[in-house]
DNA sequence: GTGTTTTGTGATTATCTGAGTGAAATTTCG
DNA sequence: CGAAATTTCACTCAGATAATCACAAAACAC
């Protein structure tokens, strides 16, 4: 079937949105015609017929589908714009009683001690991004970047770094000159170059090779360095703050590397 | 406690959004203190000490906290703004997969037969809200509406209704005389009036009581009457399209009826 | 160093949710 | 009325998740 495995990824993406397994594949089996009984539903989602009403209050309580209650029972989908503006009104709301609740919550002070040599470790691309669009925004005075993926030079990157650009000295490092020139040109007030990225590749098994994935500095005061799984995309980082002079001889070895130039 | 509830919806909401129980807790813990260790946490989420770590190690993978990497190990909750914005792009990803997934299915025409007399049901303020401003912005002609509960008088519906005033007839009843006042004043071009809303209102037992919520009638040839639960505030909707006339004699009987003006 | 506490991993059991199935009540239609 | 389809309900089974325990490794106190 040409189309099957479209169907599997929209229920699954729709599991992944909340809905239980026969409820997901009703709602995709309801997209695919204008209107369904149960009987139809069941034949071309192979969810048991005497389950689809069950899956189908479930859905019309949330808002995704209509039913026409004569008999046979008959059930629509509702339009997907409609569907996707439906559930992101759920997602908002939920956000909201979420920041409401937190913020009444009342905090216990863990008197945190010593903070010498703060070392955290976040994963994921999009947390990472986030992370990384935050830094580039308190940053004072400099900000040294050096991608080693283009895939990592996202649009709202490019415009938080320009964003920026008037006030704080930015340094971006590549991987190949074709992307310091394009670097060059999407963000002109900074200073570009190509960093030796072979620093730090690590050839594991061949299963699990890592290349690095950004590697920030900012103030000389916050280090974010990431790696890439070339086969997976996952990305891992570790990212460290509140030095006091630390991060002067990271710098220099980075400097002394040619990964940074003077 | 005086914040037990505020922890447990967060906690909720944070299940509802697709975490585990234990995941949520520890996410709420660890937003209550700067940085803990698992035990610190086990005390004050009451989960059980030994599966902090496998709860704590999803949540790294979500980019909701970060980790860092000492003995004992510490742990820190991402800010508020940037574990939202990791969430939504999680979020907006899934719609636009699910999107691209569902185009992509071919659709089976299921012939649909003499489609007469459609009355279709929804559920959900959320969903009928939408449906309405649907009907709002594919109107031709003429837009009646009543509304009869002013919590359903939202500014994005009134701001769908000014951007039609002046294409299409606007007729705008309400419960009481100040909401007309309202009304008048946000939609100056509609002709606005009070309805007799007693019409339909059903006491059933004093446990479930409905009041009518929205009564729309779209260039006479499409219908939407919902009922609001006075309890819960739970929304249902019929909705009726495709007449070529019937909807003339429902017109006249909510003419003779009061409810809508001459 | 040694004994004790804390930390982290793994295995195991109990509990709960959801998928899958069939019986029974209801309706439709000949 | 009887047969077929529709719809609801109750039940089983499997997999996921919560909860507990046992144990090794590390850190700490003395």
């Known amino acids: 079937m040409s189309t099957g495995d479209s169907q599997e990824e929209a229920v699954d993406v729709l599991q992944q949105l909340g809905l239980k397994e026969y409820e997901a594949k009703c709602f995709v089996g309801l997209s695919r015609m204008s209107t369904g009984t149960a009987k139809q539903l069941s034949e071309i989602t192979d969810v048991p017929r005497t389950r689809i009403y069950d899956a189908i209050r479930v859905l019309e309580a949330q808002g995704l589908v209509e039913v026409q209650h004569s008999s046979p029972q008959r059930f629509r989908a509702v339009p997907l714009s409609e569907a996707t503006e439906t559930l992101r009104g759920q997602y908002e709301s939920r956000i909201d009683r979420l920041t409401d609740a937190l913020e009444r919550t009342e905090k216990v002070d863990s008197s945190d001690p010593s903070a010498v040599q703060e070392i955290w470790a976040m994963t994921g691309t999009e947390a990472i991004a986030n992370r990384t669009h935050k830094l580039v925004a308190d940053a004072d005075e400099e900000i040294v970047l050096v991608i080693g993926d283009n895939s990592l030079l996202t649009d709202k990157l490019v415009s938080d770094l320009n964003g920026r650009a008037d006030e ?5 490092g590549t991987a190949t000159e074709q992307l310091q020139h394009r670097v060059q040109e999407a963000i002109p ?5 190509v960093s030796g990225l072979e620093w730090l590749r690590e050839e594991g098994t061949t299963e699990d090779e890592t ?3 950004r590697l920030l500095l900012v103030d000389r005061s916050m280090i974010l360095v990431s790696t890439l799984a070339t086969h997976t995309g ?3 980082a570790i990212f460290g703050g509140g030095f006091q002079n630390g991060l002067i ?6 400097l002394s590397q040619g990964l940074i130039p003077s």
């Open 168 to 172: 704080v000295d930015l340094f971006i």
């Open 249 to 254: 001889v990271i710098s220099r070895r980075l």
């Open 234 to 236: 996952d990305e891992h």
């Open 211 to 213: 290349a690095i994935g």
């Open 189 to 193: 007030d900074a200073t570009t170059f």
